[in-house]
């Protein structure tokens, strides 16, 4: 084999500067696991202990079972992804919109940041969207995508269809 760099008889163990190894401890939590299962293109991944002692491995399916539990996950809501300039960027402010709206926060991450603005994608319960989307623009947050359906924007679908029907009339 033309691309062997070492001679026959050789052990992995004179391969060892050259490979890199990964694996996770038993007591890391779910998040390290993930950036692993990225950075490798794996779908699985070797568990020790402190003493490098193999433990067993974890799969993407185990990762993905494990988040299914969290509420970001697991509840019924609208998503949403705002964005607002990196200085100004705040999760408590972001958080206590949604609340005053009477609404619940499920869960949040930071899906996109720079040294201009920061994008946060929610989660949040079904309740009071259109005043949510209002309060949200009031604080000068620019709302990036939306996964659901708001009354204002049902209402002008229909306006508009209604308008094209009477046009071809």
């Known amino acids: ?39 490798f293109s794996s779908n699985v991944i070797p568990v020790i202990n402190k003493n490098e002692k193999y433990l067993g491995y974890i799969t993407c399916e185990d990762v993905f079972q494990d988040l299914s539990r969290y509420p970001l996950f697991s509840e019924t809501g609208a998503i949403l992804t705002v964005e607002t300039p990196a200085r100004k960027y705040s999760m408590t402010e972001i958080t206590n919109i949604v609340e005053s709206n009477n609404s619940k926060f499920y869960g949040g991450f930071i899906s996109f940041m720079s040294e201009e603005v920061v994008q946060v994608t929610i989660k949040i319960s079904n309740e009071n969207l259109a005043s949510i989307d209002a309060t949200f623009d009031r604080y000068d947050y620019r709302i990036v995508e939306k996964y659901y359906s708001d009354e204002k924007s049902d209402l002008f679908k229909d306006r508009y269809g209604f308008l094209q029907k009477f046009i071809e009339i």
């Not at 001679?7 to 992995?12: M, S, V, W, Y």
């Not at 050259?18 to 993930?34: G, K, P």
């Open 1 to 39: 084999m033309d691309f062997l760099y070492e001679e026959d008889g050789g052990t992995l163990k004179d391969l060892e500067h050259q490979i890199e190894r990964f694996a996770i401890l038993e007591d890391n939590n779910v998040m390290d696991s993930i950036r692993l299962f990225y950075t």
